[in-house]
């Protein structure tokens, strides 16, 4: 028989709000040449000798204030429990996160699953919306993972769900129930993503085609 795993994939966070542990995600994160497509001479020294040296410390101020004295990172909460909501969806199968930069580590992750004689998996990456920057940097991730274990599970990776109904209901529900505790009515709900370099989509990333159809799906 068979055993399926369900793996949730998250970007990763530092491990603590700290210029140290800043710095160690910050050069893992700013490495990836799915982010930043600079040749590598050019980024280097920029990266290491400039941003390196002054980010960090800058960057530990803004995640302290985010940073909860219980739960640590809200990234690592928040996906500790949306691992623990899947679980109970599929009780027979083992669901378990694995971090593209920080721990867990995706290899780490992976090793576990194997040991627990998982031969599927079923990759479920945290972006709604396709990016050569986050959805294809974590298949990249995934497979530099596999390339460091002998024994490869079979992969499946979902699809980006930018429009899927279940997601649309989400966050349509989301956004209701915040309402509901407004005390006012506003005229206009303003959605923010993440952005992306406007060259990035013109050499055929499809992430603001994405972010639009998500969008519309959403007023209707």
Known sequence: MNLTGI????????????GPALRRYLKQFLSDPRLIEIPKLIWWPL???????????QSAKKYARVWDEKTGSPLMHYTQMQTKLLQEKFPGMPVEFGMQIGNPALLETIKKMVAQGIEKIIVFPMY???????????????????????????????????QHPAYIKALATIIRE???????????????????????????????????????????
Not at 7 to 18: H, K, R, Y
Not at 47 to 57: A, D, E, V, W
């Open 178 to 220: 915040q309402e509901a505790k407004l005390t006012w009515k506003p005229d206009h709900h303003l959605i923010s993503f993440h952005g992306i370099p406007i060259s990035y989509c013109q050499r055929g990333d499809v992430y603001a085609t994405h972010v639009k159809r998500t969008t519309l799906s959403l007023v209707k």
């Open 47 to 57: 990266l290491n000798l400039i941003i390196l040296n002054t980010r960090p410390k």
């Open 128 to 162: 709604p919306q396709y990016s050569a920057t986050t959805t294809a940097s974590a298949m990249d991730c995934l497979g530099q993972a596999l390339m460091k274990i002998r024994r490869v599970p079979a992969i499946r990776f979902i699809p980006p769900y930018y």
């Open 7 to 18: 793996l949730i994939v998250q970007l990763g966070t530092p491990d603590e709000p700290t």
